[in-house]
């Protein structure tokens, strides 16, 4: 079985909005996957799913051999090891260092302080921030803080790393930077899911590209580019 | 040891947090504070009450007049009569004769009057000082003895005896119920405190869940919390009581008004008061903080 893989997937909303319709859909171990599609195309959905934020009104979801459909409440955070995840808005803690917001995605899991250190500066190092590690989230530029939440996603040496929007927030050079990062991060093994709306990054990397449009899966592309209205 | 730095982390959250909203920490131990004075007060209340009610029952006796010019195979006859009824602790005789020199002893008017008589034509009666078991039976036992030959009559503490334990027991069950209403007030109070603690959190309880912390970990400190804002709020009312009620007692010099009614020694209480005023702080922090816990912390 693949790392990832959605079967027959349906997700509707209590409000009646259907979000994900008949979605099948496989990622194995290694891959790099672009998810695109307007607003309202149901990625953050998809996105959602993964990492059981939502559960799939119909289908199954099955990531890193967990189903997600039939995960419960209290069993959600065996699911969340596994993943790290990476948010447009960063979600980092205002009143804790760089260091101690790595350090917290660490604390769960109760290791000797010495190991939690090491692999904390371990991680800030992977995303250039080493001086840095004594700063506060507001001290730093967006696309610090962004490295800083990739790092956190990171610390834990996951198998999938799922990006929702990751530069949603940043000028493009600085989104080049991120992605960067990102791609070493593949490079070294992790999955990689990312949903963006940012065509110069879809485009410049060649990886894998699922196009959604209401929901619905209109393209599955190896090294595919950004769709606008050309025919698949 | 993973479980054991897991745990240390959390109750250390928990003093964190306490610390962290100070002033809403500050009147949740007020709170506990106030209520456990008034355990404490109500607790030493019910058991000087209960202390009372044992002397006074202790002291509870059935005197019994003897028919004049009995003879003493009879008194003796009757002696073992009374003892073979049920309810009976003790029996003693006392003659005439040494009452009315314990009479003329107690004052000098009686004496007067008495010494004008003696052995022979003393007009006093014969008497048993019967002590009972169960005072609330005593009614009965009297009757009882009434009816045996020689007893010219019977006297006991009649009514009084048996309304004065039942005011008291009211008196416990008042206490009782008030106790126990302050005690789930103050649960509420913690678990508003911890609601707010929470809801002052609700960002990192996110990430925290984002990055794969299992809901007991989550909610282990917020339960942790109540429990320290429980034993800190205990800490005053315990030292108050203890301090308060010796030096009372060494005021009174143990004593209510009279020798009669004599209060509990504080040696006696005031390290299990220590105890339940602690337990009862802790308990109520555990119950308020779970019930915020789970109430406020669906996740």
Do not use: W
Request: net charge positive; proline share 2%; charged share 25%.
């Amino acid at each position: 079985m693949n790392l990832i893989e959605i079967k027959n997937t349906y997700k509707q909303y209590k409000n009646g909005v259907t979000a994900l319709c008949d979605l099948t859909l496989s990622i194995p171990k290694g891959d790099f996957v672009f998810l695109v599609g307007a607003s309202g195309s149901g990625k953050s959905t998809l996105i959602k799913l993964l990492y059981r934020q939502e559960k799939p009104t119909r289908g199954e979801v099955y990531v890193g051999g967990i189903n997600v459909a039939k995960l419960r409440n209290r069993k959600v955070y065996k699911l969340r090891r596994k993943l790290g995840i990476v948010f447009q808005d960063y979600k980092l803690l205002p009143g804790m260092t760089v260091y101690e917001n790595v350090a917290f995605a660490l604390e769960i899991y109760g290791l000797p302080e010495r190991e939690v250190r090491k692999k904390v500066m371990n991680a800030i190092e992977k995303v250039g921030l080493k001086e840095k590690f004594r700063s506060y989230p507001d001290q730093l530029s967006g696309g610090e803080q962004q490295r800083v939440s990739i790092a956190r996603a990171i610390v834990n040496n996951p198998k999938i790393l799922i990006c929702d929007e990751p530069t949603g927030n940043l000028d493009p050079n600085t989104s080049l930077e991120i992605m960067e990062f990102i791609n070493k991060i593949n490079e070294e093994g992790t999955t990689i899911i990312m949903a963006t709306h940012d065509k110069d990054i879809v485009n410049t990397y060649k990886k894998r590209v699922i196009t959604l449009e209401k929901g619905i899966l209109i393209s599955d592309k190896e090294k595919g580019g950004y769709k606008t209205n050309e025919s698949i | 040891m993973k479980a054991f730095r897991i745990l240390i982390k959390n109750i250390s959250d928990g003093f964190k947090s306490v610390f962290r909203n100070f002033s809403l920490s500050l009147a949740s131990i007020s709170c506990i504070t106030i209520t456990l004075i008034l355990v404490a007060i109500a607790i030493i209340l019910s058991e000087n009450v209960n202390k009372f009610t044992d002397d006074i029952e202790k002291d509870v006796t059935i005197v019994v007049y003897i028919e004049k010019n009995t003879q003493q195979i009879d008194i003796d006859a009757t002696k073992e009569k009374i003892e073979a009824l049920r309810n009976i602790e003790s029996i003693t005789f006392t003659s005439k004769e040494e009452i009315r020199q314990e009479m003329s002893k107690d004052s000098d008017g009686l004496g007067t009057i008495l010494g004008e008589y003696n052995e022979s034509n003393n007009p006093l009666l014969d008497e048993f000082l019967v002590k009972v078991t169960d005072t609330e039976k005593i009614g009965e036992t009297a009757n009882r003895i009434k009816e045996l030959p020689f007893i010219n009559a019977v006297k006991y503490g009649e009514g009084m005896v048996e309304q004065l334990v039942k005011v008291f027991d009211v008196v416990k069950k008042i206490t009782f119920v008030i106790v126990v209403g302050l005690v789930i007030v103050t649960a509420f109070l913690i678990s508003n405190t911890i609601k707010i603690t929470i809801n002052n959190r609700k960002r990192q309880i996110e990430i925290m869940r984002l990055v794969g912390a299992s809901n007991a970990y989550i909610k282990l400190p917020f339960f942790f919390e109540g429990i320290i804002l429980g034993f800190l709020g205990s800490l005053i009312p315990i030292f108050l009581t203890c301090y308060g009620y010796i030096f009372l007692y060494q005021k009174l010099n143990g004593i209510l008004f009279t020798e009669v009614i004599t209060l509990v020694n504080p040696d006696n209480i005031l390290f299990h008061l220590s105890i339940i005023l602690m337990a009862i702080g802790i308990i109520v922090g555990a119950i308020g903080s779970y019930r915020a816990v789970r109430r406020h912390l669906k996740i």
